[in-house]
């Protein structure tokens, strides 16, 4: 008898380039192992090179579609991504209060690759009070995390200041920073800070945060243990990112089936 897959819930965006949003969470928990239950946050207009608009599916909405779920199927892990107003994160915090024994893993974007801004100062402070305090893993790049903590003077300062508020951990990546190879880093409280070094890859791309967000998730649905389960994410992200093409103008896609390696 096979055994059933674990399912994951994911709050993300409908990306029609296929490289982001809800289509990266389908298919790197498809890889990983993991069955994807898709809660749709917002309808976006953007190619490879940036975001031009975005429409937020009503709060009610969302709501009603998660309980629908969650009544019906176990669900193993949250995994939350685009969120388009404060009325997403108010009802996404109430899901996860009334259901506190789910791990949570949540990618904050607040600006996406070619810059577009997702809401403003409100959004980010909504989010750093409802649903930072409720995140095992957080995982933010260098911009995303001195938004969230702003009165931190390092990027140690800034996840520590998370951490005091509730979040259990912070796995800071480095794409964004001015170093010759990746470095990721793991912040958990009480614990020295973890350092994780990955080549640079030559290009850069669309979907990178949200593949490794939904990896974390993934793997953390099949009870592994979370140092593992960080780990494997960034190997399948890096793996990923490397087997990427360049589909539009813009930045590269993400090949999240490079493990398949059939010819067609």
């Excluded at 498809?30 to 946050?41: D, E, M, Q, R, V």
Aim: proline residues 5%.
């Amino acid at each position: 008898m096979t055994s059933k897959k674990p399912a994951v819930m994911c709050f993300s965006g409908l990306d029609p380039t296929g490289g982001a949003g809800i289509q990266a969470d389908i298919e790197t928990l498809f890889s990983t192992g993991c069955h994807c239950a898709p809660i749709i946050t917002c309808l976006t207009v953007q190619n490879t090179q940036n975001v031009q608009s975005i429409n937020v599916t009503n709060a009610a909405y969302i709501v009603q579609q998660a309980r629908a779920i969650l009544e019906d199927m176990t669900i193993e892990c949250f995994k939350i991504g685009v969120l388009g107003d404060v009325a997403t994160i108010e009802v996404i915090h109430t899901l996860l209060t009334d259901y506190p024994n789910i791990p949570v893993v949540l990618d904050p974007i607040l600006v996406a690759g070619g810059g577009y801004t997702f809401g403003n100062a409100d959004l980010a402070e909504a989010m750093r009070m409802l649903l930072v305090p409720r995140t095992t893993v957080l995982t933010p790049n260098t911009e995303e995390l001195r938004q969230l903590a702003p009165t931190g003077d390092s990027f140690d300062a800034c996840a520590n200041e998370l951490l005091d508020g509730g979040c259990q951990h912070v796995l800071l990546t480095g794409t964004h920073a001015p170093t010759p190879a990746i470095e990721n880093r793991l912040y958990s409280l009480h614990q020295d800070p973890i350092l994780y070094t990955w080549p640079r890859l030559e290009h850069t791309y669309h979907g990178s945060g949200c593949t490794l967000a939904a990896a974390v998730a993934g793997y953390l649905a099949h009870k592994g243990e979370l140092i593992d389960a960080i780990q494997q994410a960034q190997r399948f992200t890096w793996e990923a990112l490397s087997h990427g093409t360049r589909a539009g103008f813009g930045q590269h896609l993400p090949n999240r089936s490079f493990w398949n390696q059939q010819k067609f």
